[in-house]
């Protein structure tokens, strides 16, 4: 390996996170990052991927929490790499969470350790969430508010969800530090201020850094290939793509949906390689899709801007909201997603 | 300018003990203390009991409650102009009314005014017509097309007899049901219809309203969530207008004046007077052109311009929000790639299109440069055709 690759930052046990390099906002960490990534020429981004596979690793994951993770918006953000995180100190960090979130909703004024609130904060991992086992293990944290009737029936309400993965990282990322956890993708639920308060708490515990991850129509197109061309026994929706067009005075929303049988035919007239799916095919499966819709309405899509693909599988907005539909491939969807929020940690 | 009439259609039941009115008033009272009397008196109608005792103890719970409702509904500004449009509160007590305050003060000062009138279901049926007539964009509007037997085409109903025709069909297929008629200035009648059966009555915030022309075979319906009654609703409609055949026209939208533009061509008559002045206009536009410009990109430009004018004509189009299109052809791409060449079945689409003002979106798109000029007849055919819903196979 190249020598220049090596990371050059060494962390100094015991000396707490460079909160000033934090908040000039050139964080050591950050630059760590970008040296724990592995090198490919500026920019670029890989021609040719694999088709979305069902992790063996799976078969470990509660298929409670598997169901509980379906069917849900989830808002996306990237993580730069955690320092000095320690999964044997979960139940810590809930408590230690949850005073910080007690504090900040009563205005910054002291809260006692054992104080008992309305709300109580678990993190618990999520484990055989991960492409391989070289893969960091996944955590959820949930925000439960307690109910005010002391009737047993009563059920807690999870107001607030996010949880933390890496799936086929490895592959990505050079060696990370000791010190240092990479779950470069976090996927929350809830009321954007908590997300907030959060994110507060991980920059200050482990001087790392959330920012939204925003999907590009290029992304999308790659996500509407390939989750297309996922063999499903039924197919719950239409493979949707819903095109903006930047016409002015008035905005125009032209939603595209395929049959979904009919979608995966065209793909398998589109796909050659097998296991793989390349730029070029997805180039030619959104241009056989674009000059389909222009022989009818004599619209160019390709002039206009793909915002949402929803299939099957999952459905993905622009704005980083996404929402995982099939568990057989909720890995390989993560796997995709993973790849984008380590590209985009920059 | 403003005529009203009403039909208040009560329920045998319901005419039976408003007859008597204490016992009505025991059935009412004991109907909200005790529900297992409640259930045994329930086919009574403790509403309808209710609404006859409403001139002896002032006005009905349930009616004031609906105009408070009514009220939160209109926009601030709205409030007073559709009070005064109304014409119940006498305008010596609406100017006590403080339009300044919050909108649940301003409800409840109406409230009381109200109850002094002893308001009954039937005038604040009226408010709430004129509330939708008001503020039009909060429903959306389903065009049909009723036809007439052959041999019977002259129409020569009058539109009383039209009204008072339709009630009665109507009441004796569903007994309890509450129907409000009001006229519009352009000579339609708006109709405010809300649904009961012989035992349950009407609700009040489930209504469907349809706007009749008459002289013409358009109606205009903005379904309640209750469909089971459009049978009994075609029904009344084609004995009363003296038609043979009713059909949905696949045109929807939330603008009530834009549909009517389109189904009765004043959108097309404009259209044709704009086209003879057009191309006049055209040739001075040509000299301010700056003579740098490449001659053929020039050309092209005006071309578009010119297609477009041609297609769509120089003034605001009729509004609508949406055109779906089903599409179940062929599928064809570049005939280089052959991708789906051998398949017969065809490929099964559906397209949506929508925006605040759809037509003025479509306009545009060829001048931008992200449609071809001229656009495609499926989409420029929405106001001659009157449809924005279609389903397209190979011819």
């Known amino acids: 390996m190249d020598s220049s690759n090596v990371p050059e930052f060494t962390p100094k046990h015991g000396v707490p996170p460079r909160l000033r390099d934090y908040f000039t906002g050139a964080s050591s960490f950050q630059r760590q990052l970008a040296s724990v990534r592995k090198q490919t020429p500026f920019g670029q981004t890989p021609s040719r991927r694999k088709i979305p596979q069902c992790s063996p690793l799976q078969e470990n994951i509660d298929p409670q929490k598997i169901a509980f993770l379906l069917h849900k918006q989830w808002t996306l953000y990237t993580l730069t790499p955690m320092y000095r995180f320690s999964y044997t100190n979960l139940k810590q960090y809930s408590t230690l969470l949850k005073c910080f979130l007690a504090a900040e909703k009563q205005k910054g004024l002291a809260v006692e350790m054992g104080e008992d609130f309305n709300f109580k904060v678990t993190f618990s991992t999520l484990s055989g969430m991960k492409g391989t086992h070289r893969d960091p293990a996944a955590f959820l944290i949930q925000i439960v508010s307690k109910s005010q009737q002391s009737s047993k029936n009563a059920e807690d309400k999870v107001v607030w969800t996010g949880w933390f993965c890496c799936v086929y990282g490895d592959s990505l990322l050079e060696n990370v530090p000791d010190d240092f956890t990479c779950l470069p993708l976090f996927l929350a639920n809830g009321a954007e201020s908590n997300t907030a308060l959060i994110g507060t708490w991980f920059q200050k515990t482990f001087d790392c850094r959330f920012t939204r991850l925003t999907i590009s129509a290029f992304n999308l197109s790659w996500m509407a290939a390939m989750w297309t061309s996922c063999n499903m026994e039924h197919y719950g929706t239409a493979t949707e793509l819903l095109w903006s067009v930047p016409c002015s005075p008035q905005s125009l929303d032209i939603s595209y949906a395929i049959n979904p049988e009919d979608a995966k035919a065209l793909w398998d007239g589109v796909h050659q390689t097998p296991e793989e799916i390349t730029q070029e095919e997805v180039d030619l499966f959104i241009d056989c899709l674009c000059s389909h819709f222009h022989r009818h309405f004599k619209i160019n899509l390709s002039a206009t801007r793909l915002v949402c693909v929803s299939t099957s599988v999952a459905s993905a907005h622009t704005d980083g909201k996404i929402k995982i539909l099939c568990s057989k491939y909720l890995i390989g969807v993560l796997a995709f997603l993973t790849e984008l929020a380590i590209f985009q940690i920059e | ?395």
Request: hydrophobic share 40%; net charge positive; aromatic share 10%.
């Open chain 2, 1 to 395: 300018m403003y005529g009203t009439s009403q039909l208040w259609v009560a329920g045998r039941w319901g005419r039976a003990f408003a007859d008597n009115v204490s016992s009505n008033w025991w059935s009412l009272k004991a109907s909200r203390t005790d529900p297992g009397l409640a259930r045994s008196v329930n086919f009574m109608s403790a509403w309808e009991a209710g609404a006859a005792l409403a001139g002896v103890i002032g006005m009905d719970e349930i009616v004031a409650e609906f105009i408070r409702r009514t009220i939160l509904k209109i926009p601030v500004a709205e409030i007073g102009k559709i009070l005064r449009i109304w014409n119940f509160i006498p305008e010596s007590q609406l100017k006590t009314i403080n339009l300044k305050q919050c909108k649940e003060n301003v409800s409840q000062d109406v409230v009381e005014l109200c109850k002094k009138k002893r308001a009954s279901m039937k005038e604040a049926a009226i408010l709430d017509i004129i509330y939708h007539q008001t503020c039009q964009i909060k429903k959306i509007w389903t065009v049909y097309k009723m036809t007439k037997a052959p041999g019977e085409e002259v129409d020569l109903s009058d539109m009383e007899e039209f009204k008072d025709s339709f009630k009665k069909v109507l009441q004796r297929a569903l007994k309890n049901v509450h129907i409000s008629f009001r006229d519009s200035e352009d000579t339609a009648v708006w109709i405010r219809i809300a649904w009961g059966t012989p035992y349950m009555k009407p609700n009040q915030y489930k209504t469907t309203y349809m706007v009749y022309h008459s002289q013409t075979p358009f109606v205009f319906i903005s379904h309640c969530r209750i469909k089971k009654y459009i049978p009994e609703l075609w029904q009344a409609l084609m004995t009363a207008g003296n038609y043979h055949k009713i059909q949905q026209m696949e045109l929807r939208s939330l603008y009530l004046d834009s549909l009517k533009a389109i189904v009765f061509k004043q959108y097309n008559q404009d259209f044709q007077t704009y086209c003879l002045t057009s191309l006049e206009e055209e040739n001075s536009e040509v000299e301010i052109v700056d003579p740098r410009i490449i001659h053929e990109n020039m050309k092209e430009k005006e071309r578009i311009q010119r297609v477009t004018r041609e297609t769509f004509g120089d003034y605001v189009q009729p509004r609508i929000e949406f055109a779906q299109y089903k599409l179940e052809t062929k599928f064809k791409t570049d005939p280089k790639n052959g991708i789906l060449a051998e398949r017969e079945e065809p490929f099964r689409c559906l397209v949506k299109f929508s925006s605040p003002h759809l037509l003025e979106a479509l306009k545009s798109l060829a001048p931008a440069g992200i449609a071809d000029a001229p656009l495609s007849s499926l989409l420029t055919c929405i106001p001659h055709k009157a449809m924005n819903y279609f389903t397209i196979r190979e011819k």
